[in-house]
């Protein structure tokens, strides 16, 4: 088995800072509205000192997630040895990972915008032993081609394949995987049309008004509402109407990104889905993980005859009841 030091690829650390820039923005968006905007770069100005420090401390912030992404692309390395994945990484204090291929359940891969354009994937590694649902590790972002290699070692692991597998990349694309189930570009809008996601998109837009709860006038605007109301129920009711109507798009559009391409495939006693427009999944799943399979019907469909396949899987924390559930069949 290989032991050649391998290193996730340069990318990967302007994504990991991407990821711990995006944390930062909604924390800045709400110093910016609590201040009522503001803000003056004039150093006459009475609000120039509070301007200074606040985003003096936010540009802090971002300087050391850049920083930090770097010191992980530098310092996290992988290699195979003996039969295992095995991980370092850290500065100053320096970790080590060693997972037994035959404990690593499934291989998932994730890829965003950064990934699609230069050819990455984002790899997480999950074992019987994950907690809260959390993989092992994460390969924030290698070639494809080397993905490959890590899922042919774990499967010369698992099988005692000897040495006469030299062709890794001929090995994997000769396996003929079967598809069980692909959904096609009538059955996504359908799913899409119908989907119950209007209550999820109204749920995310009240939570966010209630983060910004001591800063909202509610007083005043439940005057204003009330003065609206007055004008007549026909435009309060056409503006509930059109609120849903947004609501629902939004949905719509959400369904269509995230199921689209969706595929399941089997594939040595494991399925196999793949999704997504925007940030392409694939996700991998152990047949003998799955406890229970739930036939899901909202009202909407119900109407039309379909329904929702999802199977809770045994995670890894099985043993303290914490599965997950997993849709199979989106449409059905």
């Given amino acids: 088995m290989s032991k050649e030091i391998n290193r996730l690829h340069p990318i990967s650390a302007i994504i990991t800072s991407t990821k711990a820039l995006k944390s930062m923005i909604f924390p800045l968006v709400i110093i910016i509205i609590t201040n009522g905007f503001h803000f003056s770069f004039n150093f006459h100005s009475d609000n120039f000192w509070r301007t200074i420090f606040l985003f003096g401390i936010w540009g802090v912030g971002?300087?050391?997630?850049?920083?930090?992404?770097?010191?992980?692309?530098?310092?996290?390395?992988?290699?195979?040895?003996?039969?295992?994945?095995?991980?370092?990484?850290?500065?100053?204090?320096?970790?080590?990972?060693?997972?037994?291929?035959?404990?690593?359940?499934?291989?998932?891969?994730?890829?965003?915008?950064?990934?699609?354009?230069?050819?990455l994937v984002k790899v997480q590694v999950e074992t019987a032993g994950s907690k809260d649902r959390k993989p092992e590790v994460e390969l924030t972002a290698i070639r494809k081609a080397a993905a490959d290699v890590i899922e042919l070692e774990m499967r010369r692991a698992k099988n005692q394949v000897n040495e006469q597998m030299n062709d890794e990349h001929s090995l994997i694309e000769e396996v003929p995987v079967p598809t069980i189930y692909h959904m096609s570009i009538r059955d996504l809008l359908i799913l899409a049309i119908t989907s119950g996601g209007i209550g999820v998109v109204l749920s995310g837009v009240a939570a966010i008004i209630s983060q910004l709860s001591d800063i909202i006038p509610y007083e005043e605007i439940f005057n204003e509402l009330a003065d609206f109301a007055k004008i007549g129920a026909f435009l309060v009711a056409l503006t509930v109407i059109v609120s849903l109507i947004v609501a629902w798009f939004v949905s719509f559009v959400i369904t269509l990104i995230n199921y689209y391409e969706y595929t399941v495939r089997i594939e040595d006693e494991k399925l196999i889905i793949t999704k997504?427009?925007?940030?392409?999944?694939?996700?991998?799943?152990?047949?003998?993980?799955?406890?229970?399979?739930?036939?899901?019907?909202?009202?909407?469909?119900?109407?039309?005859?379909?329904?929702?396949?999802?199977?809770?899987?045994?995670?890894?924390?099985?043993?303290?009841?914490?599965?997950?559930?997993?849709?199979?069949?989106?449409?059905?």
């Fill in 62 to 119: 971002a300087i050391l997630a850049f920083v930090s992404g770097i010191v992980k692309w530098r310092t996290f390395v992988y290699w195979f040895e003996d039969g295992e994945l095995r991980v370092k990484y850290g500065l100053f204090v320096k970790k080590k990972r060693y997972i037994p291929f035959e404990r690593i359940q499934s291989l998932n891969y994730n890829e965003g915008i950064f990934h699609r354009i230069f050819g």
């Fill in 276 to 332: 997504g427009l925007i940030e392409k999944k694939r996700i991998t799943l152990p047949l003998n993980r799955i406890q229970a399979i739930r036939i899901v019907e909202n009202p909407v469909r119900q109407l039309f005859g379909f329904a929702t396949v999802v199977v809770e899987s045994a995670g890894g924390n099985g043993e303290e009841g914490k599965d997950k559930k997993i849709t199979l069949f989106p449409l059905n």
